[in-house]
Protein backbone atom coordinates (compact mmCIF):
# COMPACT_ATOMS: atom_id res chain seq x y z
CA UNK A 1 0.00 0.00 0.00
CA UNK A 2 1.44 3.66 -0.83
CA UNK A 3 1.35 6.14 1.92
CA UNK A 4 0.58 8.49 -0.73
CA UNK A 5 -2.45 8.35 -3.17
CA UNK A 6 -2.50 11.10 -6.07
CA UNK A 7 -5.54 11.19 -8.39
CA UNK A 8 -5.71 11.42 -11.15
CA UNK A 9 -3.06 9.84 -12.82
CA UNK A 10 -3.71 11.51 -15.98
CA UNK A 11 -5.34 14.81 -16.91
CA UNK A 12 -5.84 16.29 -19.80
CA UNK A 13 -7.76 20.02 -20.02
CA UNK A 14 -8.30 22.77 -22.52
CA UNK A 15 -6.58 26.41 -21.59
CA UNK A 16 -8.48 28.19 -19.37
CA UNK A 17 -9.88 25.40 -17.51
CA UNK A 18 -9.70 25.26 -13.64
CA UNK A 19 -7.35 22.17 -12.46
CA UNK A 20 -7.44 20.51 -9.29
CA UNK A 21 -5.41 17.52 -8.62
CA UNK A 22 -5.83 15.33 -5.56
CA UNK A 23 -3.35 13.74 -2.97
CA UNK A 24 -4.51 11.87 -0.09
CA UNK A 25 -2.05 10.01 2.66
CA UNK A 26 -1.91 7.56 5.69
CA UNK A 27 0.84 8.78 7.42
CA UNK A 28 0.67 11.30 9.90
CA UNK A 29 2.58 14.22 8.48
CA UNK A 30 5.01 17.17 9.40
CA UNK A 31 4.78 18.73 6.19
CA UNK A 32 3.50 18.33 2.84
CA UNK A 33 5.33 19.35 -0.49
CA UNK A 34 3.84 19.48 -3.75
CA UNK A 35 6.55 19.37 -6.66
CA UNK A 36 6.17 20.23 -10.97
CA UNK A 37 8.55 18.27 -13.05
CA UNK A 38 8.48 19.53 -16.89
CA UNK A 39 9.17 17.23 -19.69
CA UNK A 40 13.10 18.44 -19.62
CA UNK A 41 13.30 16.70 -16.27
CA UNK A 42 13.57 19.27 -14.23
CA UNK A 43 11.87 19.63 -10.58
CA UNK A 44 10.57 22.74 -8.87
CA UNK A 45 9.03 23.15 -5.54
CA UNK A 46 5.83 24.99 -5.48
CA UNK A 47 4.12 24.66 -2.06
CA UNK A 48 5.04 23.50 1.34
CA UNK A 49 2.11 23.17 3.76
CA UNK A 50 1.29 21.99 6.81
CA UNK A 51 -1.80 23.81 7.42
CA UNK A 52 -4.53 25.62 5.79
CA UNK A 53 -4.15 27.22 2.15
CA UNK A 54 -0.81 28.94 -0.23
CA UNK A 55 -1.33 30.89 -2.63
CA UNK A 56 1.36 31.72 -5.93
CA UNK A 57 0.24 33.41 -8.52
CA UNK A 58 -2.23 30.78 -10.56
CA UNK A 59 -1.55 28.01 -8.42
CA UNK A 60 -3.28 27.11 -5.03
CA UNK A 61 -2.62 24.40 -2.27
CA UNK A 62 -4.66 23.23 0.49
CA UNK A 63 -4.32 20.67 3.13
CA UNK A 64 -6.77 19.33 5.64
CA UNK A 65 -4.85 17.66 8.28
CA UNK A 66 -8.01 15.91 9.91
CA UNK A 67 -8.84 14.61 6.51
CA UNK A 68 -5.31 13.68 5.81
CA UNK A 69 -5.80 15.10 2.06
CA UNK A 70 -4.48 18.24 0.23
CA UNK A 71 -5.60 19.58 -3.72
CA UNK A 72 -3.85 21.77 -5.26
CA UNK A 73 -5.28 24.03 -7.95
CA UNK A 74 -4.92 25.89 -10.98
CA UNK A 75 -6.79 28.72 -12.05
CA UNK A 76 -6.82 29.56 -15.56
CA UNK A 77 -4.36 27.18 -16.85
CA UNK A 78 -2.36 27.59 -19.82
CA UNK A 79 -0.74 25.14 -21.76
CA UNK A 80 2.88 25.89 -19.87
CA UNK A 81 1.36 24.31 -17.01
CA UNK A 82 1.73 21.11 -18.42
CA UNK A 83 4.05 19.21 -16.60
CA UNK A 84 3.51 16.39 -13.61
CA UNK A 85 2.55 17.25 -10.55
CA UNK A 86 4.21 15.54 -7.51
CA UNK A 87 2.69 14.99 -3.73
CA UNK A 88 5.16 14.24 -1.16
CA UNK A 89 4.67 13.98 2.65
CA UNK A 90 7.08 14.09 5.60
CA UNK A 91 6.84 12.30 8.97
CA UNK A 92 9.47 12.60 11.04
CA UNK A 93 12.53 12.10 9.27
CA UNK A 94 10.62 9.92 6.81
CA UNK A 95 9.51 11.01 2.96
CA UNK A 96 6.97 9.16 0.96
CA UNK A 97 6.04 10.32 -2.50
CA UNK A 98 3.01 10.19 -4.68
CA UNK A 99 3.16 8.85 -8.15
CA UNK A 100 2.92 11.81 -9.75
CA UNK A 101 -0.42 13.43 -11.71
CA UNK A 102 0.65 13.98 -15.60
CA UNK A 103 -1.21 17.15 -17.15
CA UNK A 104 -1.41 18.39 -20.25
CA UNK A 105 -3.16 21.56 -20.85
CA UNK A 106 -4.15 22.07 -25.00
CA UNK A 107 -4.28 25.58 -26.27
CA UNK B 1 23.68 32.33 -6.08
CA UNK B 2 23.82 29.33 -9.23
CA UNK B 3 21.18 27.25 -7.81
CA UNK B 4 21.69 23.49 -6.64
CA UNK B 5 24.44 22.16 -9.29
CA UNK B 6 25.29 18.58 -10.02
CA UNK B 7 27.80 16.90 -12.04
CA UNK B 8 28.12 14.90 -14.32
CA UNK B 9 24.74 15.81 -16.24
CA UNK B 10 25.28 12.39 -17.69
CA UNK B 11 26.94 9.14 -17.15
CA UNK B 12 27.09 5.90 -19.16
CA UNK B 13 29.23 3.21 -17.76
CA UNK B 14 29.41 -0.26 -17.70
CA UNK B 15 27.98 -2.91 -15.52
CA UNK B 16 30.82 -3.23 -12.41
CA UNK B 17 32.18 0.30 -12.98
CA UNK B 18 32.08 2.61 -10.32
CA UNK B 19 30.00 5.93 -10.71
CA UNK B 20 30.47 8.78 -8.67
CA UNK B 21 27.92 11.54 -8.64
CA UNK B 22 28.81 15.33 -7.26
CA UNK B 23 26.68 17.81 -5.88
CA UNK B 24 27.49 21.78 -4.91
CA UNK B 25 24.21 22.53 -2.71
CA UNK B 26 22.91 26.58 -2.40
CA UNK B 27 25.50 28.17 0.04
CA UNK B 28 23.84 28.70 3.54
CA UNK B 29 21.31 25.89 2.78
CA UNK B 30 21.99 22.79 5.56
CA UNK B 31 20.09 20.40 4.21
CA UNK B 32 20.96 18.04 1.41
CA UNK B 33 18.99 16.11 -0.29
CA UNK B 34 19.75 12.98 -2.79
CA UNK B 35 17.04 10.71 -4.63
CA UNK B 36 16.46 8.83 -7.50
CA UNK B 37 14.03 8.48 -10.00
CA UNK B 38 12.95 5.62 -12.71
CA UNK B 39 9.50 5.19 -14.51
CA UNK B 40 8.84 2.15 -12.29
CA UNK B 41 9.13 3.93 -8.89
CA UNK B 42 9.04 7.44 -9.42
CA UNK B 43 10.75 9.25 -7.35
CA UNK B 44 12.26 8.00 -3.86
CA UNK B 45 14.47 9.67 -1.38
CA UNK B 46 17.70 7.99 -0.64
CA UNK B 47 19.69 10.24 1.69
CA UNK B 48 19.27 13.43 3.41
CA UNK B 49 22.00 15.23 5.54
CA UNK B 50 21.93 18.15 7.77
CA UNK B 51 24.92 19.96 8.36
CA UNK B 52 26.91 17.35 6.84
CA UNK B 53 25.47 14.34 9.27
CA UNK B 54 23.12 11.86 7.57
CA UNK B 55 20.03 11.38 9.21
CA UNK B 56 18.12 9.75 7.10
CA UNK B 57 19.78 6.64 5.16
CA UNK B 58 17.08 4.01 4.95
CA UNK B 59 16.11 4.78 0.80
CA UNK B 60 19.44 3.70 0.28
CA UNK B 61 18.61 0.41 -1.82
CA UNK B 62 21.83 -1.45 -0.56
CA UNK B 63 24.97 -2.04 -0.03
CA UNK B 64 26.57 -0.85 -3.35
CA UNK B 65 25.53 2.87 -2.54
CA UNK B 66 26.83 5.05 -0.71
CA UNK B 67 27.03 9.14 0.20
CA UNK B 68 29.13 11.74 1.77
CA UNK B 69 29.28 15.04 2.67
CA UNK B 70 32.26 15.92 3.63
CA UNK B 71 31.58 19.69 3.78
CA UNK B 72 29.03 22.01 3.76
CA UNK B 73 29.48 22.93 -0.40
CA UNK B 74 30.32 19.50 -1.34
CA UNK B 75 28.18 15.87 -1.16
CA UNK B 76 29.20 12.39 -3.17
CA UNK B 77 26.52 9.24 -4.28
CA UNK B 78 28.45 6.74 -4.97
CA UNK B 79 27.29 3.39 -6.53
CA UNK B 80 30.12 0.44 -6.30
CA UNK B 81 29.80 -2.09 -8.85
CA UNK B 82 27.23 -0.56 -10.40
CA UNK B 83 24.53 -2.71 -12.14
CA UNK B 84 21.92 -1.95 -14.74
CA UNK B 85 18.89 -1.61 -12.93
CA UNK B 86 20.64 1.29 -11.01
CA UNK B 87 20.18 3.26 -14.41
CA UNK B 88 18.27 6.52 -12.99
CA UNK B 89 17.80 10.05 -12.64
CA UNK B 90 19.67 11.19 -9.31
CA UNK B 91 18.45 14.49 -7.98
CA UNK B 92 20.11 16.62 -5.53
CA UNK B 93 18.24 18.85 -3.41
CA UNK B 94 19.41 21.34 -0.67
CA UNK B 95 16.86 23.47 1.81
CA UNK B 96 17.56 25.99 4.27
CA UNK B 97 15.46 23.93 6.67
CA UNK B 98 13.03 21.01 6.57
CA UNK B 99 10.18 23.37 6.73
CA UNK B 100 10.57 25.16 3.75
CA UNK B 101 10.32 24.49 -0.18
CA UNK B 102 13.56 22.29 -1.85
CA UNK B 103 15.53 23.42 -4.63
CA UNK B 104 16.15 20.91 -6.98
CA UNK B 105 19.67 20.36 -9.20
CA UNK B 106 19.12 19.63 -12.71
CA UNK B 107 19.62 15.77 -12.22
CA UNK B 108 22.63 13.32 -13.19
CA UNK B 109 21.36 10.95 -16.01
CA UNK B 110 23.11 8.02 -15.39
CA UNK B 111 23.05 4.45 -17.73
CA UNK B 112 24.86 1.56 -16.99
CA UNK B 113 25.35 -0.72 -19.64
Known amino acids: KNEVEQSPQNLTAQEGEFITINCSYSVGISALHWLQQHPGGGIVSLFM???GKKKHGRLIATINIQEKHSSLHITASHPRDSAVYICAVRSGNQFYFGTGTSLTVIP | DAGVIQSPRHEVTEMGQEVTLRCKPISGHDYLFWYRQTMMRGLELLIY????????DSGMPEDRFSAKMPNASFSTLKIQPSEPRDSAVYFC???????????FGPGTRLTVL
Open chain 1, 49 to 51: LSS
Open chain 2, 49 to 56: FNNNVPID
Open chain 2, 93 to 103: ASSPGLAVEQF
